[in-house]
């Protein structure tokens, strides 16, 4: 049973490009999550994702940032007109199912660089 | 103030040596308090879960005090491979189960 894969595991991207970073959850799991860590800091929360549907989206800045999770296929983290500050690394995570002590699974994340 | 505070670290030890990790959280309708841990440009690792009554997993002892808001983690006899950063996790289920990481505390355990 594979683990969370994410890809890239390294993304370089010119300022205004798009980043498109993607999460396969672990099999049989239907939750996604999405945090980011800049460097030096905690992981934060940006956004979860049952197939289809966004629940949480609190920790999403306003602009530039989407996330989907289609019925089939990996769950997308998009990055519009990229810049600096978006340098970070960007971890999905995955559970089977909500609820309290609900382990989450993380993938080994993508180091997005913007230059 | 944040919703989950850890002591700033780092803590550097002599491998054998005994050492307690401390968190704080905000929010009083948590339910659900982990460990993780992580080293370093690597993903976080579920290290525990953490329980009302206490739990124990070899050298690793979690607390839990939830009058208190407050989370330990104790680990005995480290070892070198126990070097890493260890982060606090809350998670709430309001609409799924989102997990809060505090910023985590450094550990190095030294020769």
């Known amino acids: 049973n594979a683990g969370v894969m994410q890809n890239p595991r390294h993304l370089v991207r010119r300022r205004g490009q798009e980043a498109r970073l993607r999460c396969s959850p672990m099999?049989?799991?239907?939750?996604v999550y999405w945090y980011r860590q800049l460097p030096e800091e905690g992981l934060k929360f940006m956004v979860y994702l049952q197939k289809e549907n966004i629940i949480d989206e609190s920790g999403m800045p306003k602009e530039r940032f989407s996330a989907e999770f289609p019925k089939e296929g990996p769950s997308i983290l998009r990055i519009q007109q990229v810049v600096r500050g978006d340098s970070a690394a960007y971890f999905c995570?995955?559970?089977?199912?909500?609820?309290?002590?609900?382990?989450?699974?993380f993938g080994q994340g993508t180091r997005l660089t913007v230059v | 103030r944040k919703e989950v505070e850890q002591d700033p670290g780092p803590f550097n030890v002599p491998e054998g040596a005994t050492v307690a990790f401390n968190c704080t959280y905000s929010n009083s309708a948590s339910q659900s308090f982990f460990w993780y841990r992580q080293d370093c440009r690597k993903e976080p690792k579920l290290l525990m879960s953490v329980y009302s009554s206490g739990n124990e997993d070899g050298r690793f002892t979690a607390q839990l005090n939830r009058a208190s808001q407050y989370i330990s983690l104790l680990i005995r006899d480290s070892k070198l491979s126990d070097s890493a950063t260890y982060l606090c996790v809350v998670g709430s289920t309001g609409g799924g189960n989102k997990l809060t990481f505090g910023t985590g505390t450094q550990l190095k355990v030294e020769l």
């Open positions: 099999k049989g799991h239907s939750h």
């Open positions: 995570a995955s559970s089977p199912r909500q609820g309290a002590n609900t382990e989450a699974f």
